[in-house]
């Protein structure tokens, strides 16, 4: 995701530090705190703009949400919606998602999103990738007993590299959709700001439910 440098968003995320933290290591175990209820922790990595996550919020009060997100200036748009809507079950975190191991404690998490993440198609970024078996391996321990992850984009390469690295891991798929806009998990889907792009101009949206 691009955009412009934001001379806002400094000031603006500086200013409300109890809906983004820019220090999330030191809520390590005590994310519930964060929140007005201990409810089960989703966590969506890489939230972009934040539209994905505010709308799960709104849709799932009973649920817990963080987001979160590497670039300020994107961070900062997400807070302006977090901020407009007023959650309670809404926390966003500035940071890398590679050190998630670093921000919760083992079984701290519920549920793990991953919506339009960069595919890194060249196979010597494989590594990056965020199915790698590396991330994988710290999901794995973030989570809960049989945690799940839920995975959505418009890159069939990263697709069929994530299908293929999480069945190698050992995950159990509980869903896998080819064309998401046109099967029975439409009803209940929220969209993402990537997807309304990309399925706008017809193309389209995979899906993959799965657990350890
Ligand atoms: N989930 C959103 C945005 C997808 S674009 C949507 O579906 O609309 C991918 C986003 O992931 C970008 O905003 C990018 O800055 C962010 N990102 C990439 N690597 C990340 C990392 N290591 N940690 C946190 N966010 C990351």
Partial sequence: MRVRNKPWAEPLIAAHPEVISTNPIEFKGNWQ???????PIRIEIG??????????????????FIGIEIQRSV??????????????????VLADGADLNEYF??????????????PWPKTRHEKRRLT??????VYRTILVEHGAIELKTDNQ????????????????????????HH??????????????????????IYKLKSHF
């Avoid at 939230?47 to 817990?64: D, Q, R, S, T, W």
């Avoid at 790698?132 to 391996?137: A, G, H």
């Avoid at 069929?160 to 050992?170: D, H, P």
């Avoid at 929220?190 to 101009?201: I, L, N």
């Fill in 33 to 39: 705190a964060r929140f007005k209820k201990p409810q």
């Fill in 47 to 64: 939230m972009g703009k934040g539209h994905f996550i505010v709308e799960m919020a709104l849709k799932y009060p009973e649920i817990n």
């Fill in 75 to 92: 961070a900062a748009i997400a807070l302006k919606k977090a901020l407009a809507n007023g959650l309670p079950n809404l926390q966003l």
């Fill in 105 to 118: 404690e083992d079984g701290e998490i519920d549920r793990i999103y991953l919506n339009f993440s960069d």
């Fill in 132 to 137: 790698y078996k590396t991330f994988l391996q």
């Fill in 157 to 180: 390469g990263l697709f069929e590299y994530s299908l293929l690295s999480m069945n190698n891991f050992g995950l159990v798929f509980d869903g896998v959709y080819l064309d998401l």
């Fill in 183 to 204: 099967s029975d998990e439409a009803l209940e889907n929220v969209e993402t700001e990537y997807e309304h792009k990309f399925s706008e101009k017809g193309q389209r």
